[in-house]
Each structure stands twice: as C-alpha cells, then as structure tokens.
C-alpha cells in the first residue's frame, strides 16, 4: 500500500513556510484568497499561527481533522496552530481571516487566562444576533486597518484590537463544550502540553529528556509527536522558546548579559553568549544595542 501523502504546511495558504515575527498579525478578506482556488482550501496545516475567521455572508463547510462541519453566516471559525484544516465556500461568502503568530497569542493568553478558551480546540460558532456579529466585524476592520498602513505604535494598537476580538469571540464561546468543538488527537495534544510545559518551564535550564519525563513519555515519542504535528524536532521548540525570553529580556529589563544567562537557566553566561549568538547571528550585546529605544521614547 503507498504512504499516504504528508498534509502540506503553509504559512498563509498557498504560501511556502517560512518564519514569523513574534508579533506578527494579518487580516485579509475570504474571498481575497478563496476566489484564486475556485472557493475551495484544501487540507493543510500551519505549524505557528492561530487563525479566527469571520463569516458575515455566505456558507460552506469546515473541514477538521476529519470531520466535517457546516457553515452558515454569521460565524466565527476558530483554527488553532498543527490542526488540520480546509474550507469549501460558497462563491457568495463574504467575511475576514484573522492570522496571529502563537508567541502573541500566547502572550495575550498569559495575561489573561480565560483566553486560552479562544484557540483551546477548533469550532464552528454561530452567531445568533446581528448586533454580535457587527461589533465582531468592527473590531476586526480596526485590526485590519493596525495591520495595513504604518502609524505611530501601530504594531502595540494592532495587539490591543486582537486582544478585542479574541475577548470578544470568548464572550461568544458556550459555557461548556458543545457539539462545535472538535477535539484533539492524542498527538497533537502531547505537542500542546509539551508546548505548554515550555512556557511554564522554559527559564528552568531543561534538557528535553526531563521535559519528556515530565510529561511521562520517551524522548523519542515527543519527538515523533513535534516532527508529525509541527514538522520541527523538539529541540528546536526548545531553543525558539529560550530565545524568545532571552530577546525579551534584553529588550525589556536592565539585566546584565549574565543576569540574564542565569534568569533563563544558564549556569555559564559565556555558554548563553554563544548560544545566542549561533542561533541568531548576532551577540546578545549586539542585540540590546541594535533594538534599543532613544533615552525618552
């Protein structure tokens, strides 16, 4: 019997992978991409972005990992990162998509907890009012326009819209799970505790024998689980996460180069330098100066 083919992995559909900003946020129309494929997106995955469409006219089908739901506007489609996904929609549909980098999600959901409801697994939300369903469409035009032209802190305004529409879309979400949601296979499920474990652990100096321990598999079933549902070995989420925190330390605190090693879980602040250093291109001092703000802004 052939292997089956592998599920393509895109950054915004049809596009090769490649990597993200932190912060980075795109909003485009539905009809913008679906118009080029016949209305039709067939099965794919992206690997570090969260997705939320917004359906204000039209309907079609969601497909999730298997399962098949149907669309009927208005409704907010939820597309959380390493699921499998695709849409058929009618060539009358009219709305947004919505595409957050996972290092911002998160951050939004460390502030706020409840927000981890948003991406917690992929829905089909129906929207019952036609007051709902406006306010949503307002916020995401704010966000859009955050995300288009280049205005003083438009990158801090397009953060806070996001965080009003994520509010929003939770505000929407029924008190328990419902037949909307989809759950999670096992693996990708180990992917996302793995995933949550780093942002809990990722100061800890880990190596990811301990972090499989800790989530009580091999080695080489958590790194079976990343290469399958993200297509990177764990050691690479590992470094992306460390490094994350090191840039935001040395761009946010007055901690010492080797402050800084020791905050992230380094006992050698000349082994940090070098790490830093081949993963980036750049030294963590050369980093700081580069990425430094004139004194008052």
Not at 47 to 75: C, K, N, W, Y
Not at 153 to 172: D, F, K, P, Q, S
Not at 227 to 240: D, E, N
Request: charged share 20%.
């Amino acid at each position: 019997m052939a292997e089956p083919l592998p599920v393509p992995r895109f950054s915004l559909y049809g596009e090769p992978l490649r990597e993200v900003d932190e912060t980075f946020v795109h909003v485009e129309t539905i009809a913008y991409r679906s118009r080029r494929y016949q209305w039709r997106i067939r099965a794919h995955i992206h690997s570090d972005l969260d997705q939320l469409l917004f359906i204000r006219h039209g309907s079609g089908t969601m497909q999730v990992d298997g399962q098949e739901l149907p669309i009927r506007a208005p409704a907010v489609l939820l597309v959380p990162a390493n699921v499998v996904h695709g849409f058929q929609f009618a060539r009358d549909t009219r709305g947004f998509v919505v595409t957050a980098a996972q290092p911002l999600i998160r951050a939004l959901q460390a502030r706020e907890p409840e927000l981890r409801r948003v991406f917690a697994s992929p829905a089909c939300l129906g929207l019952s009012t036609t007051g709902a369903a406006a306010d949503l469409e307002t916020l995401i035009d704010r966000l859009r326009r955050e995300t288009v032209w280049d205005a003083p802190a438009n990158r801090l305004a397009a953060e806070a819209w996001l965080a009003a529409v994520m509010i929003a879309t939770l505000r929407l979400l029924p008190a328990e799970p419902c037949g909307s949601s989809v759950l999670r296979g096992p693996v990708a499920t180990l992917v996302d505790r793995f995933r949550d474990l780093l942002d809990e652990r990722c100061r800890s100096g880990w190596s990811v024998a301990r972090y499989a321990r800790q989530l009580a598999v091999s080695p080489g079933k958590l790194r079976a689980a990343c290469l399958a549902i993200i297509g990177k070995p764990p050691r690479q989420l590992l470094h992306g996460r460390v490094l994350l925190e090191a840039r935001r330390a040395l761009t946010y605190t007055d901690l010492t180069i080797a402050q800084t090693a020791y905050q992230l879980g380094f006992s050698d602040p000349g082994y940090f330098s070098r790490f830093f250093s081949t993963h980036t291109g750049e030294s963590p001092q050369a980093f700081r100066l580069r990425t430094a703000k004139p004194h008052g802004t």
